[in-house]
C-alpha cells in the first residue's frame, strides 16, 4: 500500500528561526514522484518541488531546501529563516510512476510569529 | 495562459440538492481528477480520467459522479447532497498519467451543504 505521512500537524516558530517539516513516504513502487504543496490561507495549492526516486540529490532554492533520503523513506523540507509569509499549511505527496493520482499526506500547518 | 479553471468558487446547499462543480483546463492534458479536502486529511482523490471516454474511481467516489466527454472539461456532479458533503474541491490535471511532470490544481471550490 501507498502511504504518506506527515506526524507533525502544527508547529509553531518565531520568524527567523529555521524549520524542518517531515515526510515519511512508503511504497513498493521502484519508480515514483515525491512533492511538495504549500497552501496559503488564501487556499490555493502552490506546487514548490517535485522529486523522482531515482535522484537522492538534495535540492536548495533560496530559504527552501528539501533533503531525500530512500533509506529512511523520507522527503524532509526545511526552511532557513523563517518568516511570517511561510505561514501555510504543507503537504507531501507522493506519484506513482505509471498513474496521475496524488497520494497526499495529512498536511502541517506552519505558523510563524513576528 | 488560464490553466485549469474551477466553477464556483463558493456554493451553499441544501441536503437533497444536486449541483455540478465544473472544471476546465486549457493545456490539452490526458489526465484529470477531483479531490476533496477535509481538515486533518490532506486531499483525498475521488474520481480521475485518463483520456476523453474514460474515467475510474479514487479513494472516496460515493455520492459523486464524474464524464469525460471533453479533453478539456471534467464536470464533478453530486446529485443528493448530503452535509458529509461539505468540503473543500480541487480539480487537477497533468499531462499524462506517466508524466513526471507536476500536477495543476485549479483554485478550489468551497461547498457547504446544509
Known amino acids: 500500500a501507498q502511504k504518506v505521512t506527515q506526524a507533525q500537524t502544527e508547529i509553531s516558530v518565531v520568524e527567523k528561526e529555521d524549520v524542518t517539516l517531515d515526510c515519511v513516504y512508503e511504497?513498493?513502487?521502484?519508480?515514483?514522484?515525491l512533492f511538495w504543496y504549500k497552501q496559503p490561507p488564501s487556499g490555493e495549492l502552490v506546487f514548490l518541488i517535485r522529486?523522482?526516486?531515482?535522484?537522492?540529490q538534495n535540492e536548495i532554492s533560496g530559504r527552501y531546501s528539501w533533503n531525500f533520503q530512500k533509506s529512511t523513506s523520507s522527503f524532509n523540507f526545511t526552511i532557513t529563516a523563517s518568516q511570517v509569509v511561510d505561514s501555510a499549511v504543507y503537504f507531501c505527496?507522493?506519484?506513482?510512476?505509471?498513474?496521475?493520482?496524488?497520494?497526499f499526506g495529512q498536511g502541517t500547518t506552519l505558523q510563524v510569529k513576528p | 495562459n488560464a490553466g485549469v479553471t474551477q466553477t464556483p468558487k463558493f456554493q451553499v446547499l441544501k441536503t437533497g440538492q444536486s449541483m455540478t462543480l465544473q472544471c476546465a483546463q486549457d493545456?490539452?492534458?490526458?489526465?484529470m481528477s477531483w479531490y476533496r479536502q477535509d481538515p486533518g486529511m490532506g486531499l483525498r482523490l475521488i474520481h480521475y480520467?485518463?483520456?476523453?471516454?474514460?474515467?475510474d474511481q479514487g479513494e472516496v467516489p460515493n455520492g459523486y459522479n464524474v464524464s469525460r466527454s471533453t479533453t478539456e472539461d471534467f464536470p464533478l456532479r453530486l446529485l443528493s447532497a448530503a452535509p458529509s458533503q461539505t468540503s473543500v474541491y480541487f480539480c487537477a490535471s497533468i499531462e499524462s498519467s506517466g508524466a513526471g511532470g507536476e500536477l495543476f490544481f485549479g483554485e478550489g471550490s468551497r461547498l457547504t451543504v446544509l
Open positions: 505527496a507522493l506519484k506513482l510512476g505509471n498513474t496521475g493520482k496524488l497520494i
Open positions: 480520467s485518463v483520456g476523453a471516454g474514460i474515467t
Open positions: 522529486r523522482n526516486s531515482f535522484d537522492e
Open positions: 493545456m490539452n492534458h490526458e489526465y
Open positions: 511504497t513498493r513502487d521502484t519508480t515514483y514522484y
